[in-house]
């Protein structure tokens, strides 16, 4: 083994037999298509590889990551018997910094690997961007200020994004009903949501709000949409932002 190893930079790394040997470098054709997977997934930068074997919130949230070790293998499932669908996720807690984000993405990055590897096994491209991060609170300032300023432009890019999210595989809408949505905004999430819901696309939630107050914060028509075939996981711990990981 030389120290040219790859794995500590490829998604694939835990999944991958070649890990760790000579043959583990970056110009592996697996890592160049699933780093480039991961660019076009718009994950922060911070968050970057993390699975639900390595994330650090695994330890103080065992009965989640018990559920979700589960649910990963209905990924591949999917695959067999499509006509099973893959589960919704909704994580929430009203305490801030206690890893609902880092375990979105780390459910992100499982699906990529599992999309990734069971295409190639039955003989399929994977898909060119298989997960998406989409940051609602961004989204949501973003198109306000676009609005605000006639931003032809910028509103095009939201659209477009938009957009790509109703028909990515597996989404992961961060920070649902944290801020106030114009009846605008709230228009577009509607649609968002209804379209993956009416077409069986996988979803993973984070919220400050415990499900049914979505029904108060936006509507019962959005509450109703978000809970349909969907795995509600609390999270009961401190806030951990600022710690080192
Ligand atoms: N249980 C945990 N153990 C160790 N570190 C954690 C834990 N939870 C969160 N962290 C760290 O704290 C930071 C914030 O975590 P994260 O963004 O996942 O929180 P969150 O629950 O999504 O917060 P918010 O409700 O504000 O959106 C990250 O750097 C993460 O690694
Ligand atoms: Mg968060």
Redesign the pocket.
């Given at each position: 083994m030389t120290n040219a190893t790859n794995a500590k930079h490829c998604v694939l790394a835990h999944a991958c037999n070649l890990a760790n040997t000579t043959s583990c470098t970056r110009f592996c054709p697996h890592f160049i298509a699933t780093d480039a997977r991961l660019k076009a997934a718009n994950v922060p930068r911070?968050?970057r590889l993390l699975t639900l074997s390595n994330?650090?919130?695994?330890?103080?949230?065992p009965t989640v990551y018990k559920t979700l070790d589960a649910y990963v293998k209905t990924f591949i499932r999917a695959f067999n018997e499509p006509s099973e669908p893959i589960k919704s996720v909704y994580?929430y807690?009203p305490?801030?910094?206690?890893?609902?984000?880092?375990?979105?993405?780390a459910l992100l990055h499982e699906y990529l690997i599992r999309h990734y590897v069971g295409s190639l096994q039955r003989g399929r491209q994977p898909e060119q961007v298989p997960v998406y991060f989409l940051d609602l609170n961004d989204f949501q300032a973003r198109f306000n200020l676009a609005t605000m300023t006639n931003d032809e432009a910028e509103l095009e890019r939201f659209k477009a994004e938009l957009q790509r999210c109703k028909n990515v595989p597996f989404l992961v809408a961060?920070?649902l009903g944290?801020r106030d949505a114009t009846p605008a905004f709230r228009g577009y999430l509607h649609a968002l949501i209804n379209h993956r819901v009416t077409n069986g696309l996988p979803s993973v939630y984070?919220?400050?709000l415990p499900i049914e107050e979505l029904a108060r914060v936006f509507d019962a028509r959005l509450y109703d949409r978000v809970r349909d075939i969907c795995i509600v996981l609390p999270?009961g711990?401190e806030?951990?932002?600022?710690?080192r990981?």
């Open positions: 911070e968050y994330s650090p919130v695994r330890a103080s949230e994580l807690s305490t801030p910094g206690n890893g609902k984000t880092t375990t979105a993405i961060d920070d944290v984070t919220s400050n999270f711990g806030s951990k932002r600022g710690l990981r």
